[in-house]
């Protein structure tokens, strides 16, 4: 149990560290006009700070910041939302374990919500772009975003994960209810 304990704390400081730069990197990606920051001089080791649009929503993005708009605010500040989330189920999922709770009801609801906020992070990856065209070609009448539902392997990937690890808090729950059951009948 003590190993447990040191390996979740080892986890849970990198897992601070990942949601200290994720908020760096939403402030800077926000504020600062360019959307991020290079750290480091030539020819010595550059450390990029910021936020950009990447993967299935990059063609959105170029075509909002050829249109004027934000692409950063509109798409990158979503895109970042769903590791928010998943950052602070870890963060709780591991807390738990360093109080020696393993086998707990609040850790099969962290395995719960962590695979549903996969699965919804699938569906945000395919409506929210959708969304996002429609909305802003009827406030803007000169405007025409190309409407598209992308997503590729690493989202289809994402979407099985989530649902694994859904099964996962299943079986869990099913054991945790067979050895509350079999306690009551010793």
Known sequence: ?????????????GLYFTLL???????????HQQHHV????????????????SGNWQPLADQLALSGFNEVLILGVIQLAPLLVINGLLLRLFSLYQQGRVFDL??????????WTLVGQFLLNIIYPLLVTSTMNSIYADLTLTRSITFGENDIAMLLVGFIIIVIAEVMRQGLMLQSEQELTI
């Not at 149990?1 to 849970?12: E, H, P, Y």
């Open 1 to 13: 149990m003590n190993r447990i304990k040191a390996l979740s704390l080892l986890v849970k400081l």
């Open 21 to 31: 730069s994720m908020c760096l990197s939403l402030l800077i990606g926000v504020f």
């Open 38 to 53: 290079v750290i480091g001089g030539e020819g010595g080791m550059k450390a990029w700070l910021g936020l950009e649009v």
């Open 106 to 115: 609040a850790n099969i609801n962290c395995f719960r919500y962590l695979g």
